[in-house]
């Protein structure tokens, strides 16, 4: 896959940048660039245009940065090392893929669940007008759904809308989803998380399901180490 991965960082070729502080990783600094020149395992990009003055100092030598490549129809998502950073930084940067950097495809019709907790608040529609909002719980997370527990017990294929934010400084998404089931839980460990319940996601957004994934794989490799 490293072959097909070096054939797409071609000159121009469009990406979406992800910088993390590493005194703080729930501090994030996500945005667009694009490849400037790329050759074997290092490729050239252009400086950020989005808060510089708080992402060039982030980009130190060694420092992981996230990649998502936007290939159709099945982007790449990988994480490279900064490998050099020029002193004026106007002639972009230089990032270097590890020989052993796991390299993912994002898929669209497979999604695997990564266990994730954190906490949302869940949207749906009490008789024919009324809306509420519950705090709730995810269990797991993947492109094309999740898993919650809160202390409802929703009907199945009921429509519900999902405001989740991965980190502080993430954006807060709302996400429309389908209750695929619900039921008692079983693993009970707080009084609040009485239910469990699966939804599906539909409507989707590219940024919103690239937003999703990318968390999920930066998860899935931290679970690894």
Known sequence: MLKELQAALTVNRKIQVTVWDPGDETVEYTFPSFV????GLLFQMAPPTV????????????AVVGIVVETYPNPY????????????????????IPEDSQIEVIQRRKHVRIPMVIPIE???????DKVLTLPARTED??????RFTALKLFA????????????????????????V??????IHRQPDDLYATACQFYDLDDTQEMLIVRECFRRELKLKQ
Not at 36 to 39: H, L, P, V
């Open 77 to 96: 998502i990988f994480y490279p090392v900064v490998h050099s950073l020029p002193p004026d930084a106007s002639g972009g940067y230089w990032l270097r």
């Open 122 to 128: 869940v949207e749906y529609v009490l008789g024919t």
């Open 51 to 62: 808060h510089p003055t708080k992402i060039l100092p982030l980009l130190q030598k060694d």
């Open 181 to 186: 089931f619900s039921t008692q839980n079983r």
């Open 36 to 39: 400037m020149s790329s050759g």
């Open 141 to 146: 997370v993947s492109g094309g759904g999740l």
């Open 156 to 179: 199945q294929d009921q429509d519900l809308t999902i405001h989740i934010q991965f980190s502080p400084s993430s954006p807060r998404m709302r996400l429309k989803a389908t209750v």
